[in-house]
C-alpha cells in the first residue's frame, strides 16, 4: 500500500493560518471523501474557517492554487482525482496538475498539499479518499503536510536566538 512509511507530523500553534482548499467536481463520490478529510485534518489542526472553493476538474486546480497563495494564504490544499482511461488524456492531465501545482509553491513560496489522486482505478481511488470502508484518506494526508510545512516556513523567518 502507497501509505507504508508516512510520516507523523505534529504541526502546533497554526490555528491562526490562512488556508484554503480548492477541491475538482468530477468524481463526486471520491471528492467529498478527499474534502471531508481534508477539513477535518484542518479542524484537529484548529484552523476552523478554512476557505473552500471548487473547480471544475483537476486541471484547473493549479491556477486557483496562485490565485490563492497571491492572495495571502499561508498554505493551500489541492484535491482531485484523475482516474486512467484508454487515451494519454490520463498522462497529460496528471503531468499538468503536478508541475503546476509544484510551480505554484515555488513561485509564491506558499506550501501546495498535494491531494490529487492519479489512479488506475475507481475503486483505487475509493480506497485512498477517506471514506468509511477506505484505507487511506489523502485529503487528511495533504491537509496536514500542507500546514505543517507553513509552521515550519514560519518558524525559519523567526529571528534565530
Known sequence: MSGKGAPELTVSNCGDLRVAVIAALWHEKVMDGLVDGALGALRELGIDEPTLIRVPGS???PVAAKVLADRGYDAVVALGVVIR???????YVCQGVTQGLT????????????GVLTCDT????????GLEASR???GHEAATAAVATAATLRALAEPWR
Open 103 to 114: 510551480q505554484v509553491s515555488i513561485d509564491t513560496g506558499v506550501p501546495v498539499g498535494f
Open 136 to 138: 487511506e484518506s489523502k
Open 85 to 91: 482511461g484508454g487515451t494519454p488524456h490520463f498522462d
Open 59 to 61: 486541471f484547473e486546480l
Open 122 to 129: 475507481e475503486a483505487q481511488a475509493l480506497d485512498r479518499a
